[in-house]
């Protein structure tokens, strides 16, 4: 298992802008996809975004395409979630994971290890 460490959530406004950012020890971070997924409360966990190896490639969910953006960065094996135009339906904690290979993946089961969550949290 992977210590993964989460931050940039809180509560901000509709129509704000968050940035996550999910920390991974050690350099086999840089060989394997990353991902977001968010769980509400009396939801199931919810695919985000994910992003390939070396961010050749991203997909983003139709429910934030246009608004969210991932990205990483493997020098500081870090991947980031920038988040724009919030609306209260973006209201949830978001988990940060790393794949079990390069490519991205979009279901659960694709990802092997989990952060501890971030709360997000937008008023209107």
């Known amino acids: 298992q992977v210590q993964l460490v989460e931050s940039g959530g809180g509560l901000v406004q509709a129509g704000d802008s968050l940035r996550l950012s999910c920390q991974a020890p050690?350099?086999?971070?840089?060989?394997?996809?990353m991902g977001w997924f968010r769980q509400a409360p009396g939801t199931e966990r919810e695919f985000v975004a994910s992003i390939s190896w070396n961010g050749g490639n991203t997909y983003c969910a139709d429910s934030v395409k246009g608004r969210f953006t991932i990205s990483r960065d493997n020098a500081k094996n870090t991947v980031y979630l920038q988040m724009n135009s919030l609306k209260p339906e973006d209201t949830a904690v978001y988990y940060c994971a790393v794949g079990k290979g390069p490519l991205i993946v979009t279901m659960a089961g694709g990802f092997g290890s989990w952060g501890q969550g971030t709360q997000v949290t937008v008023s209107s």
């Open positions: 050690g350099r086999t971070f840089r060989t394997y996809a």
